[in-house]
Each structure stands twice: as C-alpha cells, then as structure tokens.
C-alpha cells in the first residue's frame, strides 16, 4: 500500500511564498514519476507540476512555469513544490500523486494520490 502524505499548505498574501511537500511511504518511491495537481473551488482537477523519477526532467503547467519549482529528494522519500510569486489563482488544494506509467499532465496516469493540502493567496 502506497501512502502519500503532503503537508506546507497555508494562507499567503499575493506576491508571497510556500513549499509544499509530500512525504511517500509503502514501496520503493525511486520508481515512481511524481505530480503536482490542484483543484480549486467550483472547477476541474488541473495539472501543476511533473517530475521524473530520477529527478532530472520537469514538466510545468503553463500558468505556473517560471514561479513553480518541483523537486524530489529519493533518500527522504518526498517531492516538493516551491511556490514563488503567488496569485490569488492559485488559491485551489494541491494534491501530489504517484505514477507507474509515465512523466505525464494526465491524471489518468497516476496510481496513487494523496489526500490534498489547502493553499489560499489573499489578495
């Protein structure tokens, strides 16, 4: 059984910062491709952030490239999303997943989600 847990969601004013983080446990979590995805209320599940699982490639939705940063530490088991310059947009529960499959932006690819951390940007 594959857990994951994230953590470091809060309340930040526009223009601030946060990391998110998300801790795995139950299997070898260097095999896994990693996401970052968020809901916000009223709308669909969107992509944030993808990391390969040897760390070495990215993907990055295009309303968060260049203020997102995913990384993942394989000896702490955990992936992390820095979040820099943040809107009110992106007020939504961030969410971290794990994939068998693929480095993808397509939730369908993923096996096992955690259980969301809320992020709210006050204006």
């Known amino acids: 059984q594959v857990q994951l847990v994230e953590s470091g969601g809060g309340l930040v004013q526009a223009g601030g910062s946060l990391r998110l983080s998300c801790a795995v446990s139950?299997?070898?979590?260097?095999?896994?491709?990693m996401g970052w995805f968020r809901q916000a209320p009223g709308k669909e599940r969107e992509f944030v952030a993808a990391i390969s699982s040897g760390g070495v490639s990215t993907y990055y939705a295009d309303s968060v490239k260049g203020r997102f940063t995913c990384s993942r530490d394989n000896a702490e088991n955990t992936v992390y999303l820095q979040m820099n310059s943040l809107k009110p947009e992106d007020t939504a529960v961030y969410y971290c997943a794990a994939s068998d499959y693929a480095l993808s932006s397509s939730q369908n690819q993923y096996n096992y989600w955690g259980q969301g951390t809320q992020v709210t940007v006050s204006s």
């Open positions: 139950g299997r070898t979590f260097s095999r896994y491709r």
